[in-house]
């Protein structure tokens, strides 16, 4: 073998030398051999339990709990327009009319002929409270039409009217002639007797006006109907303030010219009055008749 291939021998064994020495030292500056990996172990089944019953639990008293107070917002209300009342009359009476009332229905809900015989106030009261014993005997209820001076001076015997169930309603405070009076006249005439009665009696006289002498003109009709007023007169009249009348001739012409749903007027100062008014009740109820207030008798009917 030549020199040159000897030399060439060394070369290469010094090179593998080297490579193998290099190999070691970069070993040894990562720390020695690589670990093996680890093996990542096959998941398992957690076997699952059988279920069982669960008993259910004893129930138990739940405590009621006290509600804790809060404090309620208060609600402002929304104003409305109040309308004013209209007021009843008593006795379930009709409001006012502006016609006459000249007569009322003639037969009462029941469809029994009824009447009515009111009065009109004035004079002594003595034989008024004659007039009102006779009315209770008879179990009569029915109108008086009362004149404000004459509370003003008897007012006992205004109060005994009221006391005894009677029906109220207004005369006239002077017991003038209304066909000559002005509507200012009329309105004070009304609302001063108007007034007196309720202070006496506790009731009102409306809403019956009954002119003296039957008195009246356009401007006392519509007046008396702006006050809260319905004019009634009469149908007849027992005409015993005439020269001759007798208790005879009060019957003749209160009973005479019995009809269903008249209206009779007569007073309350004359003895004759007491007299007759026994025998026109009893001719009257003989027949069948109710004797009611005016109330009553104008009364509005479901079957009119």
Request: hydrophobic share 35%.
């Amino acid at each position: 073998m030549s020199k040159q291939t000897d030399n060439r021998k060394l070369l290469v064994r010094g090179a593998q030398v080297l490579a193998l020495m290099g190999l070691v030292v970069s070993l040894a500056a990562c720390g020695g051999q690589a670990a093996e990996p680890t093996a990542v172990p096959e998941p398992t089944s957690t076997p699952t339990a059988a279920p069982t019953d669960t008993p259910t639990p004893a129930p138990t008293d739940t405590p009621t709990a006290t509600p804790v107070p809060t404090d309620t917002p208060t609600v402002t209300p929304v104003p409305t327009d109040t309308p004013t009342p209209t007021p009843e009359p008593a006795t379930g009476r009709p409001p006012a009319s502006p016609d006459i009332v000249y007569i009322g229905n003639p037969t009462t809900p029941d469809g029994d002929p009824q009447v009515n015989i009111s009065f009109d106030v004035q004079g002594d009261p003595a034989t008024l409270y004659q007039i009102l014993d006779i009315l209770d005997q008879y179990g009569v209820r029915t109108t008086f039409f009362m004149q404000g001076e004459w509370v003003e001076q008897y007012p006992d015997a205004a109060k005994e009217i009221a006391n005894r169930g009677h029906e109220l309603g207004n005369h006239s405070w002077t017991h003038f002639n209304f066909s000559e009076m002005t509507a200012e006249e009329v309105t004070k005439e009304l609302n001063d007797t108007e007034a007196i009665v309720k202070e006496v009696t506790g009731q009102t006289t409306k809403p019956y006006f009954r002119p003296p002498f039957g008195s009246r003109s356009t401007v006392s009709l519509q007046t008396a109907y702006d006050l809260g007023y319905t004019t009634i007169i009469w149908t007849y009249g027992a005409d015993e303030w005439r020269d001759g009348a007798t208790a005879q001739t009060i019957f003749d012409n209160v009973y005479g010219n019995k009809a269903p749903g008249a209206l009779y007027y007569t007073h309350t100062d004359r003895q004759i009055i007491v007299d007759a008014l026994p025998r026109v009740i009893e001719a009257f109820q003989a027949d069948g008749y109710k004797l009611v207030t005016a109330g009553e008798i104008l009364a509005v009917q479901e079957n009119n």
